[in-house]
C-alpha cells in the first residue's frame, strides 16, 4: 500500500494505491484532480471514461473532443494542456457530485505506447462540526452535511448503565444527511458524543458542571483549554439565552460584558442575584466540540442573605449556603 500527496493548480488531491488499484476521495462540491500518467510520444490520445457510461473527457487531434461527453460532465471537467506533452493527463473534475462516484479509467495513447489506468472514486462531505445543546435534563447531540450517511454514538466518564443510544434521528437533505441524537443527562457524569463516517470523524464533550461564587464587581468564567485555536464561540445563559457568539455580544448583555478572551474566557461586570444561573462555553476547534456549563451566584452583602439558598433552574433545584458557599443539585 502506497499513499501520494500531490498539488495540481492549488487542488489538494490523496491517491492511495492497494494492489494495483487507485482510491481517491473528493470533497463533495468542490474540485478535484484524478491522476494519469504516460510515456510522452506523438499523436497523443487521451480518453477519460466513467465506466458503463459515456465518456467524461476525450483529447486527439491537439484538442478537447467533447461531443460525445455526457451532460452532466458538461463544464466540469478540463485537462492540463500546457502539461500533456510531459505526459500528464490528469482529469481536473470541478463541482463534484455523489453522482461522480465509480470508477474511472484514463486511456492514452501515442505512435509508440498505450496505456490504461484506472481510478475509484469516493466522494465525501467530512463531519464538520458537531453540537451539544443542553435544554433542562435533555442533551441533544446534532452535526449536519455529512456525506455519506453519518453514525452517532455516546459515551460518558465515568461510564454509566445508561441507555446511550436513544432517539436517533436521521434526515437526507438533497445529497446531504443531517444526524441528531437526545438523552437524559444525569449529575456528576461527562457525557461524549461521536458523529462519524468511514472516512471521518468529529466528537462533542460536555463536562461536568462546576459552581462559582462571583463578585458583583467583575467575574471571569472560562471555557475548557484546548491546544488547538477556536474556529468558533458561543456563551449562553441558562441554555437559551446568547450572550456572545463568535466575537459579537448580543445587546442585551453589553453592559455586562467586559471582555472575551482569544482562548473564549468571558469577563462579566455590574452583576446582580438576576444573573444567577447556568452559563454555557461552547468552544469548537479542529479537534472538536467543548461545552462548559458554570453555576454562578452573585455574593451579596453579608447581611443581606440568609444561610441557606433554593434556587429553582428549569429541571434543576440548586441549593446553596451563602456564608461558606456550598452548592449541590437536588
Not at 485537462?79 to 465509480?102: H, M, P, T, W, Y
Not at 456563551?235 to 473564549?264: A, C, L, P, Y
Not at 469548537?284 to 453579608?302: C, D, K, M, P
Request: charged share 20%.
Amino acid at each position: 500500500m502506497s499513499m501520494e500527496c500531490f498539488v495540481l493548480f492549488g487542488v489538494l488531491t490523496f491517491l492511495l494505491t492497494t494492489n494495483g488499484a487507485d482510491a481517491l476521495d473528493c470533497l463533495l462540491e468542490e474540485s478535484c484532480v484524478l491522476p494519469c500518467r504516460f510515456q510522452p510520444g506523438a499523436e497523443v490520445i487521451i480518453h477519460w471514461i466513467q465506466l458503463a457510461d459515456s465518456p467524461a473527457h476525450s483529447y486527439y487531434h491537439g484538442n478537447d473532443q467533447l461531443s460525445h461527453q455526457k451532460l452532466r460532465f458538461s463544464g466540469r471537467t478540463s485537462l492540463f494542456k500546457n502539461q500533456i506533452s510531459g505526459g500528464n493527463a490528469s482529469l481536473l473534475l470541478s463541482g463534484v457530485k455523489v453522482e461522480d462516484e465509480g470508477r474511472y479509467k484514463c486511456y492514452t495513447s501515442t505512435v509508440d505506447h498505450n496505456k490504461e489506468t484506472f481510478i475509484d472514486l469516493n466522494v465525501y462531505a467530512p463531519v464538520r462540526k458537531v453540537e451539544l445543546h443542553q435544554d433542562g435534563k435533555r442533551i441533544t447531540c446534532s452535526s449536519e452535511g455529512i456525506y455519506p450517511k453519518p453514525e452517532i454514538s455516546w459515551s460518558t466518564d465515568p461510564p454509566s448503565n445508561q441507555n446511550l443510544s436513544e432517539k436517533i434521528k436521521v434526515q437526507q437533505i438533497g445529497q446531504l444527511y443531517n444526524i441528531n441524537s437526545s438523552l437524559t443527562s444525569v449529575p456528576d457524569v461527562e457525557f461524549k458524543c461521536t458523529v462519524s463516517t468511514g472516512r471521518n470523524k468529529m466528537t462533542a464533550t460536555l463536562f461536568k458542571l462546576t459552581f462559582l461564587s462571583g463578585s458583583s464587581t467583575e467575574t471571569t468564567m472560562h471555557c475548557t483549554s484546548s491546544k488547538s485555536p477556536p474556529t468558533g464561540l458561543i456563551w449562553r445563559f441558562n441554555h437559551s439565552q446568547i450572550i456572545v457568539s463568535d466575537g459579537s455580544v448580543m445587546e442585551e448583555w453589553r453592559q455586562q460584558v467586559k471582555s472575551v478572551t482569544m482562548s473564549g474566557d468571558l469577563t462579566l461586570k455590574d452583576l446582580s442575584t438576576d444573573h444567577d444561573g447556568i452559563y454555557t462555553c461552547e468552544l469548537r476547534n479542529a479537534e472538536g466540540t467543548y461545552v462548559t456549563n458554570t453555576f454562578l451566584r452573585i455574593e451579596q452583602s453579608q447581611g443581606n442573605v440568609s444561610n441557606l439558598n433554593i434556587h429553582k433552574l428549569g429541571d434543576y433545584t440548586h441549593c446553596y449556603c451563602s456564608s461558606c458557599w456550598y452548592a449541590g443539585l437536588l
